[in-house]
């Protein structure tokens, strides 16, 4: 796998950057032609077939979690704009949880060096040195799980290189991934357009959102 380990690392820092040009560039042609404030425009453009475009969507969260390309939070508004808000939900909260749970275990299979393809070594060693200086990496890896935009891939990595156990890691993903992705989505979409947020959108996901906090009570 690691044979031209260097030319690999390279390759995919400069797809990587390229891929997150295109998709700022159609973010902003999305909300330019009005895509991203009308509901039935971006159903229009994406397709009708409701149950393969929510598989598909649920796989490409999945990979896109694995391989760090293109931004969640355009594939999170897609999916929640194209289909219902529930199964918009459940399939960024389904992908990017599997793709969580793959992201730490082929961390904990090849090591530093399978991070180090998306992360440069100084950003990497900063981290850890910041983690290093905490008791409690745990509590911290928690705390951040629940947060909407904190760096998730990369705290994924550095709980694979701890000596977490992958039980508690997958548990604690279970348990605070989709509150965070659930505050993740109302956030761009107020980003975005707050106007597009109906009074009953604002009730879905209150209700959702505690849905998922009485769920995690009983979890733990």
Not at 2 to 11: E, S, T, V
Not at 70 to 90: E, K, Q, Y
Not at 120 to 146: G, N, P, Q, V, W
Not at 156 to 180: G, Q
């Amino acid at each position: 796998m690691f044979q031209h380990y260097k030319i690999i690392q390279r390759l995919i820092h400069i797809l990587s950057a390229l891929i997150f040009i295109i998709s700022c560039a159609c973010i902003f042609w999305l909300y330019q032609h009005g895509y991203l404030t009308n509901q039935e425009k971006i159903q229009a453009l994406i397709g009708q077939d409701k149950v393969w475009g929510a598989i598909l969507f649920t796989i490409f969260q999945m990979m896109q979690v694995v391989v760090p390309i293109v931004p969640a939070s355009l594939t999170m508004m897609l999916a929640v704009m194209t289909f219902h808000p529930l199964v918009g939900v459940l399939t960024s909260c389904i992908g990017i949880i599997i793709g969580t749970m793959i992201l730490f275990l082929l961390t904990r299979w090849y090591g530093k060096r399978f991070c180090l393809l998306f992360i440069k070594e100084a950003t990497l060693k900063k981290y850890e040195d910041l983690i290093s200086r905490h008791s409690s990496f745990t509590a911290i890896f928690i705390i951040c799980m629940l947060l909407p935009f904190a760096p998730a891939d990369l705290l994924v990595m550095l709980a694979a290189l701890s000596n977490m156990p992958f039980k508690t890691f997958a548990r604690i993903i279970i348990c605070c991934k989709p509150i965070s992705i659930i505050g993740h989505i109302l956030l761009l979409f107020i980003v975005v357009n707050g106007s597009f947020i109906s009074s009953k959108f604002w009730e879905f996901f209150l209700e959702l959102f505690s849905y998922f906090y009485n769920a995690n009570v009983c979890i733990i």
